[in-house]
T-cell receptor, first 115, second 112 residues
Framework: DADVTQTPRNRITKTGKRIMLECSQT?????MYWYRQDPGLGLRLIYY???????NKGEISDGYSVSRQAQAKFSLSLESAIPNQTALYFC??????????????FGNGTRLTVT | SQQGEEDPQALSIQEGENATMNCSYK?????LQWYRQNSGRGLVHLIL?????REKHSGRLRVTLDTSKKSSSLLITASRAADTASYFC????????????FGQGTTLQVKP
């Protein structure tokens, strides 16, 4: 979905480095999410936010932090990257107008490799 | 553990055939959604079925939901090579959080 833009698309970093993955959206949606995808495990929720003052932990928030700088921007940080954080990371949005019946709109992902 | 488990993990068919994928889940849900993921891309929403619905159609897609068995199926009729992708079911279990729990996915290959 071109309305949800993730940068960078690919990133290789070393263990212990701090990195930030960025997500911006032009859909005007209030709700934003960060998921990670690992082979055989599907997608797992890291953090989600309903507005700039609302941040919530997902299933696997340890080792990650987020910042909702504006309605349109939601960044994910790894303070000290470790190899098992190697994964494909997705940002998603929803407008929430239908509550939990609002579908998610995904960006194209950031492939992160931690060596 | 994952809420949704999909079966089969991989499916290979000829163009024109039908493809059926199944999803089972563990807890009560508000709705179940199906997403498609093309290689190297983000997920795209296909269809949503609410817990009080039993069947839903969208173009060549047909989704069924059996809440007594905690299972759903996605049928793609008259498949095309462009349907080659991974398909994920996702369940909404919490009230008004929009949080989805995804299955591991079914990889579909449609041979021309």
């Amino acid at each position: 979905d071109a309305d949800v833009t993730q940068t960078p698309r690919n990133r290789i970093t070393k263990t212990g480095k701090r990195i930030m993955l960025e997500c911006s959206q032009t859909k005007g949606h209030d709700r934003m999410y960060w998921y990670r995808q690992d082979p055989g495990l599907g997608l797992r929720l890291i953090y989600y936010s309903f507005d700039v003052k609302d941040i919530n932990k997902g299933e696997i928030s340890d080792g990650y932090s987020v910042s909702r700088q504006a309605q349109a921007k939601f960044s994910l940080s790894l303070e000290s990257a470790i190899p098992n954080q190697t994964a494909l990371y997705f940002c998603a949005t929803s407008d929430g107008s239908r509550g939990e019946n609002s579908p998610l709109h995904f960006g194209n992902g950031t492939r992160l490799t931690v060596t | 553990s994952q809420q949704g488990e999909e079966d089969p993990q991989a499916l290979s068919i000829q163009e024109g055939e039908n493809a059926t994928m199944n999803c089972s889940y563990k807890t009560s849900i508000n709705n179940l959604q199906w997403y498609r993921q093309n290689s190297g891309r983000g997920l795209v929403h296909l269809i949503l079925i609410r817990s009080n619905e039993r069947e839903k159609h969208s173009g060549r897609l047909r989704v069924t939901l059996d809440t007594s068995k905690k299972s759903s199926s996605l049928l793609i009729t008259a498949s095309r090579a462009a349907d080659t992708a991974s398909y994920f079911c996702a369940t909404a279990v919490s009230s008004n959080t929009g949080k989805l729990i995804f299955g591991q996915g079914t990889t579909l290959q449609v041979k021309p």
